[in-house]
Structures are given as C-alpha cells and as structure tokens.
C-alpha cells in the first residue's frame, strides 16, 4: 500500500487567496483525520470522518475553514481566505474501524501564506 | 479535557547515552498509548503502542515504554541512543470515548551529538 497520500507537499500562497489540501487515506480505512502542526500550539486535531461523515469538527478554528470528504478515498482542506496565521504543516491521517488501531501519517502539506 | 503532558522540551544527549522521556496523561478511563517519532522533515511514524496486557511494550529501534497506570504515565526508554535517533517524540492518548482521535503532548526535541 502506499501509506496516506498528500498534495501538495508544499503550498506558498499571498494572504486572502483560497488553499486547498488534498488527501488520499490508506485503502479500506474507515477513519480520516486532519492535524495541524505549529511551533507554538504543536500538534492540534482540526476534524475527523467516519465513512466520510463528519464526526468532530471543533478543532476546526475558524469559518474559514472547511473539510470535506465526498468519498471512501479522498479528502479535502479548504482554507478561504488563507491569513499568515494559517502557515503550518497540515497532516491527513487515516486508520481502520477499532479505536485500538494505529493512526498512519501522510507527508504533510507545509504551508506558508505571505 | 483529556491531555498530554510532555515534560522535556528539548533533550540533548551524548550517542551511547541512555534516554527516558517522560509523558503523563489526564483522563481515568480505558485508553490507548503510542509513541511516534518524526524525523526532520518526515511525517509523524510510530514507534510503539500500548493498548493491553503487559505494561512493559517494546517498539522499533530499540525502543521501549513503560505503562504505569497509578501514575498516569507512559515513558519512552531506550538504554543507548544513537546520532540518528535525533527526532522529534511525541506521546499520544487516544479515547474510546471520542472515537479513539488522539490528543499530542507537545513534543520533545531530541539532539543526539555524535
């Protein structure tokens, strides 16, 4: 398998322009997570699906935000309009049904917004 | 609200040194442990993961982590460490009770010298 696929793997954009992150989980995965990672607040979980069905969005941080995930094997990020504060490295993530199994990591989409 | 509490920062260490970082977590009921390790530049993998049975687990690379549920702990041991050990560490705790999505400690910064 190829693991949990991202693109872009680096996004350079101007502020107020809209950005979309893309994300591809491991086959027969039912479980599809977004991250966010910054020097200053770490590793933060921004929503997670269930057969692509949103279950938790509330580390989502704004309306600027959304996720979508129209199918089993593919899941998007949208930030519109981007601001300097949204620079980071956004990570997909996808695990199978039981709680109990590992969570695998994408690459990350490291985004910087000018 | 669950956490995770990373105690160590920044680590540096000697090669031959021997390593324990230490991670507590704040939540009562049943929950999963893990470990991940990211390199520079890499995405997040993991190393271990306690779920069950005995609290003593062995991951890869040489590393171990110790389950002690009275002290709400889970500490990652590796007896001698090596130049490419220098990561990122990260514990993690994931709750049945919220679809097993993890919560991250801050995360620990590892220098090996050579």
């Known amino acids: 398998d190829a693991g949990v696929i991202q693109s872009p793997r680096h996004e350079v954009t101007e502020m107020g322009q809209e950005v979309t992150l893309r994300c591809k989980p491991i086959?027969?995965?039912?479980?599809l997570f977004w991250y966010r990672q910054t020097m200053m607040r770490g590793l933060e979980l921004l929503i997670y699906?269930?057969?692509?069905?949103?279950?938790?969005d509330s580390g989502m941080p704004e309306d600027r935000f959304s996720a979508k995930m129209p199918n089993a094997s593919f899941s998007t990020l949208k930030i519109q309009p981007s601001e300097p504060r949204d620079s980071a490295v956004y990570f997909c993530?996808?695990?199978?049904?039981?709680?109990?199994?590992?969570?695998?990591f994408g690459p990350g989409t490291r985004l910087l917004v000018l | 609200a669950q956490s995770v509490s990373q105690h160590n920062h920044h680590v540096i260490l000697s090669e031959a040194a021997s390593l324990e970082l230490g991670c507590n977590y704040s939540?009562?009921?049943?929950?999963?442990l893990f470990w991940y390790v990211q390199y520079p530049g890499q995405h997040l993998q993991l190393l271990l993961k306690y779920f069950s049975g005995d609290p003593l687990v062995k991951g890869i690379k040489g590393f171990e982590a110790e389950f002690i549920k009275s002290k709400f702990s889970f500490n990652l041991r590796k007896p001698s460490v090596q130049w490419s050990d220098t990561a990122e560490y990260f514990c993690a705790v994931s709750d049945y009770n919220q679809g097993g999505k993890l919560i991250f400690g801050q995360g620990t910064e590892l220098s090996v010298k050579p």
């Open positions: 699906f269930n057969n692509n069905v949103p279950i938790d």
């Open positions: 086959s027969g995965h039912d479980y």
């Open positions: 993530a996808s695990r199978g049904v039981s709680w109990e199994e590992t969570q695998y």
């Open positions: 939540y009562g009921g049943t929950v999963n």
